[in-house]
């Protein structure tokens, strides 16, 4: 067992957490199964990542046509950056302002 700090608990409240190695085959198969029964799916991959395994747009709209599927990255799905992971302190150089802290 190991401690949440107040931050993680308090934006994790209500959440479960699954964690799966989609680059096994039983992990991307758990996922497809998911996703049959999902609503909504959001990911924050680079763009192309899960193309390779199989888990794109493209290719889960297939299992459950009226999925909304949301692909968010650090610099778009596009332009220079867009190979560049974004990470929150990346970004957050880039950006003039900082967010507050809420405990």
Do not use: H
């Not at 497809?32 to 029964?37: F, I, N, S, T, Y």
């Not at 192309?48 to 747009?57: E, I, M, P």
């Not at 990470?87 to 957050?92: I, K, L, P, S, T």
């Amino acid at each position: 067992m190991f401690a949440l700090s107040k931050l993680t608990g308090w934006s994790s409240r209500n959440k479960k957490s699954l964690a799966l190695n989609f680059k096994d085959p039983a992990g991307s198969n758990i996922i497809r199964e998911l996703v049959a029964r999902s609503d909504i799916l959001v990911e924050n991959y680079l763009p192309g990542t899960l193309a390779k395994y199989g888990l794109d747009y493209d290719s889960l709209k297939k299992i459950n046509p009226p999925l909304i599927y949301a692909s968010i990255t650090g610099y778009g799905q596009t332009g220079p950056y867009c190979n560049r992971a974004g990470y929150d302190v990346m970004v957050e150089a880039y950006v003039p302002m900082r967010f507050p802290f809420i405990p």
